[in-house]
């Protein structure tokens, strides 16, 4: 059966290695990247798609599609998902700062809104995997408002009856970032050598291509579970 890929958070440390790695696995066919701008990036299996997540659920995946230039693969990749004849995975690695969404009002639109208008839009497509890139901490009770947020985004995306919900809690993420970050860069530096203690594997930094691995194995594997946390010594030990 076909198989495809939806991925949004594309521009992101973790969802750039999800991308690359994708594209690379032989089991994925076609890899469709949501994003509000395309990557300046070309792939025989990969397709962009650009827009705004606040509009998401009004989107005409076919029309979008239809706008660009495939050729023969762009009806085939269609039919596929109209039929309802491919099996469809969805990667979410999308977030921010909230330094960089210019308040928590924005960085709860992007963290949790976004993410639910992006799951749910694709659940209505046929999605049947969904995988979500949490926090180590994540908790709806939490007093820290990150950590906060993305509790409420698990027990949310929790409600949507995806066949497997795996909810990925990284620790401080290791990877070359675009924008830079002075905490994670401090931080880096203090628990960097927690790296070669095993006593400490729960809280070792992680590097962005090990959860990118973790994520594609997990959507891969048989599951007997509709939703589980993974940890950052899971994703390690993968």
């Known amino acids: 059966m076909k ?3 939806f991925l949004a958070g594309t521009s992101g440390l973790v969802g750039m290695q999800l991308l690359h790695q994708l594209l690379q696995d032989t089991s994925y066919d ?39 230039d495939l050729g023969g693969e762009n009806f085939t990749l269609i039919d596929a998902i109209n039929s309802k004849s491919v099996e469809m995975h969805a990667f979410c690695s999308l977030g ?5 969404a210019g308040s928590k009002d924005k960085f709860y639109e992007i963290d949790h809104d976004y993410v639910m208008n992006f799951s749910r839009w694709v659940k209505e497509l046929g999605v049947s995997r969904f995988l979500y890139v949490s926090a180590m901490g994540a908790d709806p009770q939490s007093s820290v408002f990150y950590n906060k947020v993305k509790g409420e985004v698990e027990e949310d995306l929790k409600v949507i009856p995806f066949e497997y919900l795996g909810l990925f809690e990284p620790s401080l993420l290791l990877g070359n ?8 860069e401090v931080a880096k530096i203090v628990t960097k050598p927690l790296i070669w203690l095993k ?22 594997k048989s599951k007997s579970v509709k939703a589980e946390v993974i940890s950052s010594k899971e994703m390690q030990n993968f």
Request: no cysteine; hydrophobic share 35%; proline share 1%.
């Open 3 to 5: 198989k495809i890929a």
């Open 30 to 68: 076609n890899i469709i990247s949501v994003g509000r701008r395309k990557l300046a990036l070309k792939h025989q299996k990969l397709v962009q798609v650009e827009g705004d997540f606040k509009n998401i659920r009004n989107w005409n995946l076919e029309e979008k599609l239809r706008e660009e």
């Open 96 to 100: 921010t700062t909230i330094k960089t």
């Open 177 to 184: 970032r675009n924008e830079f970050r002075f905490g994670e």
């Open 199 to 220: 006593l400490a594997k729960k809280y070792r930094p992680i590097y962005d291509h090990q959860v990118a691995k973790a994520m594609i194995g997990h959507a891969n």
